[in-house]
């Protein structure tokens, strides 16, 4: 009997001693995010380790954007996290925002024209591709581009297939994503490339309904990591720089 009840009070110390478990919903945004088995991109390797700091388990979800983005924002959901999550006006009230964890530069990706701000880029491009669902699309609303202007892209259509296709004038998305996609993948190919234009800062974020301590554990861990170091060394791994 003795025996018996040391195994149930071990067992249960087991398992309070264990981390928490918490949901976090990954989209993918090479190279701000990838879903490989030994690394998570970027701004994925920064809230991992955070997490871990924190003291959190996760269970990761890789979903399509649109629905991981919906998941998270509906009233129903509480305690649910999410990666990179851009922030912008539209999506304030949406969420609970953590704390950011890389800044994204975005540009206009074109083989005609060279633009350099966004008056521009209305007057010259008639059809510019941005990928559905993203903060490009908040950004090119909010400076005034027309619905007709802006041709909403699917994940399976790639920026350089409907660049040099024709289909579309310009590309708008993330100056890394962009370089990775369209530069690298057809050196061949002359692309004109806007300054940085619409830069935002990519989040961890939560559903609206989320437990304060969660959020305060996570904010303190990845403040901490970007006093002492390490969420900037993880940025130059991946050659991304901080400003």
């Not at 008639?126 to 669902?133: D, M, N, Q, T």
């Not at 903060?135 to 297939?161: C, M, V």
Request: hydrophobic share 45%; aromatic share 6%.
């Amino acid at each position: 009997m003795g025996k018996v009840l040391l195994a149930l009070l071990l067992g249960g110390a087991a398992v309070g001693c264990r981390a928490e478990s918490v949901v976090l919903y990954l989209m993918e945004v090479p190279p701000l995010t990838v879903n490989e088995p030994d690394r998570k991109g970027v701004a994925g390797d920064i809230a991992l380790e955070g997490l871990k700091r924190a003291g959190y388990e996760v269970k990761l979800e890789v979903v399509p954007s649109n629905r991981a983005l919906a998941t998270v924002a509906h009233p129903a959901s509480r305690n649910l996290l999410i990666i990179p999550l851009a922030r912008v006006p539209a999506r304030e009230p949406l969420y609970t925002w953590i704390a950011p964890l890389i800044k994204v530069n975005r540009a206009f990706f074109s083989l005609d024209k060279f633009v350099r701000n966004f008056g521009e880029a209305r007057a010259s491009f008639r059809a510019i591709g941005v990928s559905r669902g993203t903060a490009g699309l908040h950004i090119l609303r909010q400076e005034g581009f027309s619905d007709g202007q802006i041709r909403e892209l699917n994940q399976a259509q790639t920026p350089p297939k409907m660049l040099w296709q024709h289909r579309i004038d310009a590309w708008y998305g993330p100056i890394a994503e962009g370089s990775e996609l369209l530069l690298a993948a057809e050196p061949k190919v002359k692309t004109f490339v806007s300054p940085p234009l619409g830069p935002t800062y990519n989040y961890l974020a939560c559903s609206l309904s989320c437990d304060p301590q969660l959020v305060a554990r996570l904010a303190d861990a990845l403040a901490s990591m970007e006093q002492d170091g390490t969420s900037r060394a993880i940025r130059e791994k991946y050659g991304q720089s901080d400003n």
